[in-house]
């Protein structure tokens, strides 16, 4: 089938049915801009924390767990970039698991599958400090722009906690901006690996989880709540019947009251090889369960589908998370992104909101400063206002982001955008 758009401003999603089975498919919404802020931003789609089950070697080397999807770089990156259809992937498979040989594929894999314009591999790890109960530092994917970066482990006496991590980082960079860390489950409880916020560096933690199948950490009492073992519940119970375990003080919106500024991104924390998917392997003896709920998907706007581009707008923060669907979600204020800081002297023009579904959508939220400032309820498949009465900042800064949620319950989530008062900022 070939064709060509030509019609400007307009969104289209293709139907498709199966004659003799009567299967219907729909695409994600595609819309074809009149304008877009920088001229030639796209939006692409990715999955930032990607495992093969909690020790690669203990896959390879047992025929038995072959089966359980991939177990080479090879096979993740096939599956991301052929099976789910990723624009890019990151295998961040832990730290403390990786020998140095394995290290040295997943760099040779990563260069390997790196094609512009086709499909981008970032290089990265996860720095996984989680032993012992005075954990309390956290989890983190640590993503490169360049890719013959060392591997840091949280294993390593030296590199063991996030102040010797970012140190390191420091002496490592070439450029200052080539390096980024980004917490996951931030608000989890179980194991006390909670995100601590006295461990935050903002030079490299531009952005974190807001969802992956573990829940969202975006604020208490939400539709996706975190759950964990804890002392009573025992592998054998579905993650799913588990009661919420989340750390009160440790979600995004308690980081960014703080004053914290990071975007937002989604992860499918997969450990079975296969990016998006939320299938749980990685306890011996083998058994396929699932997780909390479904895979999470980062959507970065970038200029091209090439490592720099994307590399460049994660750092910028041009992102967004989702519950693993690829709502088309945009949001501007005087045609200034997401991710941005913005310093004003006179209150700020016009906002601009854009969302497109993969469904109907049950409302779209503008949040202020952590309200829910301006509600849209049930706008349909499309939802795009422009919104003129903004304040000036109160306090220090002001910030804004949307909140998506769709009549099927997937949700997308924007990176935050800050307002500052000029006269105030010294
Ligand atoms: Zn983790
Ligand atoms: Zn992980």
């Not at 990156?77 to 961040?92: E, G, Q, S």
């Not at 581009?309 to 910028?316: E, G, H, Y």
């Not at 349909?380 to 306090?395: I, Y």
Request: glycine share 8%; charged share 25%.
């Amino acid at each position: 089938m070939r064709g060509r758009v030509t019609e400007k401003d307009k969104v289209f999603r293709v139907r498709a049915r199966d004659r003799e089975t009567g299967i219907e498919a729909l695409s994600n919404p595609a819309w074809t801009p009149a304008y877009m802020y920088g001229g030639d931003h796209k939006l692409f789609w990715g999955d930032l924390h990607c495992h093969r089950l909690e020790k690669p070697s203990a896959k390879r080397n047992d025929p038995l767990l072959w089966s359980y999807g991939p177990a080479t770089v090879d096979e993740v990156y096939r599956f991301a970039r052929d099976v789910v259809h990723l624009d890019f992937t990151a295998l961040t498979d832990h730290d403390y698991a990786l020998s140095t040989d394995e290290w040295r594929e997943i760099q040779e894999g990563a260069e390997f599958y790196n094609q512009p314009e086709r499909f981008v591999t970032l290089l990265g790890y996860e720095w996984s400090w989680n032993r012992g109960p005075d954990a309390d530092c956290g989890h983190r994917n640590v993503i490169f722009r360049h890719g013959d970066m060392p591997l840091i482990s949280s294993n390593w006496k030296g590199s063991n906690t996030p102040q010797d991590l970012f140190n390191i980082f420091r002496r490592i960079s070439r450029t200052g901006c080539d390096i980024l860390s980004i917490p996951h489950h931030p608000a989890r409880l179980g194991n006390r690996i909670w995100h601590n916020w006295e461990s935050m560096d903002p030079e490299f933690e531009r952005l974190m989880e807001v969802y992956s199948h573990w829940g969202s950490s975006e604020h208490e009492g939400e539709p996706y709540a975190l759950k964990a073992r804890n002392e009573r519940t025992q592998w054998e119970e579905p993650y799913a019947e588990y009661p919420p375990y989340e750390a009160t003080g440790h979600f995004l919106q308690d980081g960014l009251r703080q004053g914290f500024r990071f975007g937002f991104v989604g992860g499918s924390e997969s450990h079975d090889g296969r990016a998006t998917s939320s299938v749980q392997i990685a306890h011996l003896p083998i058994k396929s369960t699932t997780f909390n709920h479904h895979a999470g998907m980062t959507g970065v706007w970038a200029r091209r589908r090439e490592r720099d581009a994307v590399f460049s707008s994660l750092w910028q923060r041009r992102a967004i998370g989702t519950t693993g669907v690829r709502i088309y979600l945009d949001f501007d204020v005087d045609n200034q992104p997401m991710g941005e800081t913005i310093s004003v002297q006179t209150p700020p023009k016009q906002m601009r909101v854009r969302v497109h579904g993969t469904a109907p959508l049950a409302k779209v939220v503008v949040v202020r400063n952590n309200r829910d400032w301006h509600v849209v309820e049930t706008p349909g498949w499309e939802c795009v206002f422009l919104l003129d009465e903004l304040d000036m900042p109160q306090d220090q800064a002001d910030w804004y982001y949307v909140r998506v949620t769709q009549e099927d319950g997937e949700m997308a989530w924007s990176s935050p955008i800050w307002i500052e008062d000029a006269r105030r900022v010294f």
